[in-house]
T-cell receptor, first 113, second 113 residues
Framework: QQQVKQSPQSLIVQKGGISIINCAYE??????FPWYQQFPGKGPALLIA?????SEKKEGRFTISFNKSAKQFSLHIMDSQPGDSATYFC????????????FGTGTKLQVIP | KAGVTQTPRYLIKTRGQQVTLSCSPI?????VSWYQQTPGQGLQFLFE???????NKGNFPGRFSGRQFSNSRSEMNVSTLELGDSALYLC????????????FGQGTRLTVV
């Protein structure tokens, strides 16, 4: 019930293309869905996050789409750049009480020139 | 505002030894949580502290322990180290309450030989 499933495991996209990473969750108590970007040797950095009361959130080239009924959400990276090459983690948590982030398994994105 | 600071960045220990890792959260944040990251298991929740109290613990053996001080700084201790404890240990800082944004430090890379 606490799992967050993420796909694909790896992704190769040409520069300028759209990168799409998908996640699905089971626990309907989750009410906060962040995406993290991690470069080798660094900790995960919060990229963008969404709450279930909206279906889409956009920040620059990054967009989260959220489907509450399907319990799915996805990250779209528009105009992908080589600098976006990193591992991306979707995650979920619930407000109030203790702080615990449940992570997906990660997607290694490579953007080729 | 300074980010989450973890020390040391790298550690090499011998099997059977113990180790203490330190985390200084973002100023004003009262919640500190710890995660273990390995290639095989991904990011796994260890435990979370809020106002010096452990509120939740993940599925790790009792060799893993932690504490939080009155200034919100936290330490994590692993006793009787095993080879399988080699991992990147990440600390996340969060304001607490209903604000579930979690910000990660760069981690401590522990190698057990």
């Amino acid at each position: 019930q606490q799992q967050v499933k993420q796909s694909p495991q790896s992704l190769i996209v040409q520069k300028g293309g759209i990168s799409i990473i998908n996640c699905a969750y089971e626990n309907t108590a989750f009410d906060y869905f962040p995406w993290y970007q991690q470069f080798p040797g660094k900790g995960p950095a919060l990229l963008i996050a969404i709450r279930p009361d909206v279906s889409e959130k956009k920040e620059g080239r990054f967009t989260i789409s959220f489907n509450k009924s399907a319990k799915q959400f996805s990250l779209h990276i528009m105009d992908s750049q080589p600098g976006d090459s990193a591992t991306y983690f979707c995650a979920a948590s619930k407000s109030g009480g203790y702080q615990k982030v449940t992570f997906g398994t990660g997607t290694k994105l490579q953007v080729i020139p | 505002k300074a980010g989450v600071t973890q020390t040391p960045r790298y550690l090499i220990k011998t099997r059977g030894q113990q180790v203490t890792l330190s985390c200084s959260p973002i100023s004003g944040h009262r919640s500190v949580s710890w995660y273990q990251q390995t290639p095989g298991q991904g990011l796994q929740f260890l435990f979370e502290y809020f106002s010096e109290t452990q509120r939740n613990k993940g599925n790790f053996p009792g060799r893993f322990s932690g504490r939080q001080f009155s200034n919100s700084r936290s330490e994590m201790n692993v006793s009787t180290l095993e080879l399988g404890d080699s991992a990147l240990y990440l600390c996340a800082s969060s304001p607490g309450g209903d604000n579930t944004e979690a910000f990660f430090g760069q981690g401590t890379r522990l190698t057990v030989v």
